[in-house]
């Protein structure tokens, strides 16, 4: 695997310093040049170095780059990977090689509106908010064709395979649900995401649902069915308690010997208590001004 690795560059003022004395030593060989053209001895050489420092310093002068904070440079020679510049400021590197620029600051993408059918089979419309940086340049300019398209394509596929993992909304106590465990669905959302993208190099910052709604077609209908299933989970609920309470008074009734009731009077009892207890008005008693048997 591709890693990244650090470029060694040449402070930028320094080499200004250098290739501004260049022309001091060329004009040195032309002297040189000149002298050798007057005595015996066969000018050739200085002309070359004269030559070649003139070609050197020119080359050299493309050599200068400014590195931004937040922003690297990935350095190639004849296509080799060499390295990457992250430190901020003015450097000189060799002039024959390529550099592309890497932006290193936090960016953040929004998936469209994604249909999707829950856990339980209910068609719902996701969408999510991404938050990430590049931290290995290497990674993302030669793991991948497009850092930004991968980011794109692996967001939603994760949004999807999450969307198909849990309910839209749970009744359960405990219950893991799109809606109602944001904090939880959040994680998960984050660690599918990072899973895919780590391959490019890629960290993931923050990741959360930003839309998460029915289709509009089918909004009413299922609003409908939520609708009864709280009712059902709400009615559940109460029933238990209703039971729990009728079992208690008569218990209460029995161990203090209130009044001693017998199967029938039971079972009157604890029905009346019921439709008390579980009904959705409140009960009209009716007074008894006779005995429990009339």
């Not at 030669?142 to 692996?154: A, G, P």
């Not at 930003?210 to 989970?233: D, G, K, N, W």
Request: charged fraction near 20%.
């Amino acid at each position: 695997m591709l890693q990244e690795k650090v470029y060694r560059a040449v402070s930028g003022w320094l080499m200004v310093l250098v290739l501004i004395a260049t022309p001091v030593a060329a004009i040195v060989l032309l002297g040189r040049t000149v002298d050798a053209a007057d005595g015996d001895l066969s000018p050739a050489p200085w002309v070359i170095g004269y030559v070649v420092l003139l070609i050197a310093s020119f080359v050299s002068w493309f050599g200068f780059r400014v590195v931004n904070p937040n922003q690297a440079l990935v350095v190639q020679l004849f296509g080799a990977y060499k390295g990457t510049l992250k430190s901020p400021g003015f450097w000189w590197m060799n002039p024959l090689t390529s550099r592309r620029r890497v932006s290193l600051r936090v960016r953040n993408f929004e998936s469209g509106k994604l249909k999707v059918n829950d856990s339980i089979g209910n068609p719902i419309e996701i969408g999510a908010i991404v938050v990430w940086r590049i931290v290995d340049t290497a990674e993302a300019l030669f793991l991948v064709d497009d850092c930004e398209h991968f980011v794109h394509m692996q967001t939603e596929s994760a949004v999807r395979i999450l969307a198909t993992s849990f309910p839209y909304d749970s009744h359960e106590e405990g219950g893991i649900s799109l809606q109602g465990s944001a904090t939880e669905v959040a994680q998960r959302l984050g660690h599918e995401i990072q899973e895919r993208l780590a391959k490019a190099g890629v960290e993931v910052i923050e990741a959360r649902i930003s839309h998460l709604a029915y289709p509009p077609e089918i909004a009413s209908a299922m609003l409908r069915r939520q609708q009864a299933t709280a009712v059902i989970a709400a009615r559940q609920k109460i029933v238990e308690g209703a039971v729990g309470m009728v079992e208690m008074a008569l218990d209460l009734l029995s161990a203090k010997g209130v009044v001693k009731l017998d199967e029938e009077r039971k079972a009157t009892m604890v029905s009346n208590l019921l439709v008390v207890l579980c009904g959705d008005k409140d009960a009209q008693p009716v007074v008894n001004t006779g005995t429990l048997y009339q």
